[in-house]
């Protein structure tokens, strides 16, 4: 006994038409002995990306049969398994077979491979194949667009058109979601620039506040030590000198920079804030005429609650050394005697 029918089928030489057997012997003893069909389709290894179905049409019962994958056919190593009904085979004189194929929702072709029936040799159990030439083939080519194209169009047009259309209903949902947390996020960005440009402003009026205080301390100290004295304390200033920071340090607020400047008592004064280095390394080196007698110790203000100590060494290079996260350190209102 033969267990399995093996067919070819190339898309690509159908208008040869060879794709018909003629089965010399089929059984009507036994009606569950199963007809096996193995199919190769050139070109294709079939997987379960694709779509296969069969339309099969038993000439003199008059019956139509529409089958799928999971009904009466399978893919078994790249190859298509249809097994028909056997019953309705021997009631046949013979059988059209239309084969539809698509991939991932999309139609790729069809063939159509039929076999007679020679109902005179029924005998035992067993099948003889044969290729015969189909010189109906283009009529049936056509049947099959008009017809059982149209079959399953109707079978599958309802289905398809709803999977559709929720398909698009969960389009239009997820982007108005994704909509709608941009939106959420462009406003929590929003939020959070204006209340990092309030807190930058609020340290500047500080910053400011405590240079002014620093300023009218000095000119009122100096100013009860004779007129000498009173003079040169309100002698004109010199400019401030902004230095080439380094090492990752940066101006906090570029509206008050960091700068420091040398009085007519030879006592350096600083301004402004810095930010983005981190502890122990250098953010400036102090000019010549500007660095301190001796080293010094600097401590000026931070962020966040860290402490912050500046040492200034005898080429004045001034380093930071702090605890915590120091978001800016502010050395406003820090002064010491210059060298001579």
Known sequence: MIEYIDLTIDFAKRNDRLNGITLDRVTTRSYDTAIKFRIEIIGHTLDDTYDVKILTKYHKSGLKVMTAL???????????????????????????NYLYLSKDGLGLDMAQFNYEVDVSQIGEVAVEVRQVYDESYEVLLAEFEQGAD???????????????????RKTAETDRASSETTRKTNETTRISNEDARKSAETIRLASETSRVNAENTRKG???????????????????????????????????????????????????????????????YTYTVGYRPK?????????????????????VGVLTLNFTGNASSVDLSGMTFVAEG
């Open 70 to 96: 999971g009904d009466s056919l399978a893919i078994v190593d790249g190859k298509l398994i249809y097994t028909p009904k056997v019953n309705l085979i021997a009631e046949a004189d013979y059988v059209r």
């Open 294 to 314: 001796e080293k010094m110790l600097l401590l000026p203000n931070a962020s966040s609650g860290a402490f912050v100590g500046g040492r200034i060494n005898s």
């Open 221 to 283: 100290f100096y100013e009860g030590f004779g007129d000498e004295l009173g003079k040169k304390a309100n002698k004109q200033q010199e400019a401030w000198i902004t230095p080439t920071l380094l090492n990752g340090w940066s101006l906090y607020d570029v509206n008050n920079p960091l700068a420091y400047r040398k009085n007519s008592f030879g006592v350096v004064e600083h301004k402004g804030a810095i930010k983005g280095g981190l502890s122990g390394t250098s953010p």
């Open 150 to 168: 149209a079959l399953l169009k109707t079978v599958e047009g309802n289905e398809s058109a709803r999977v559709n259309a929720e398909a698009t």
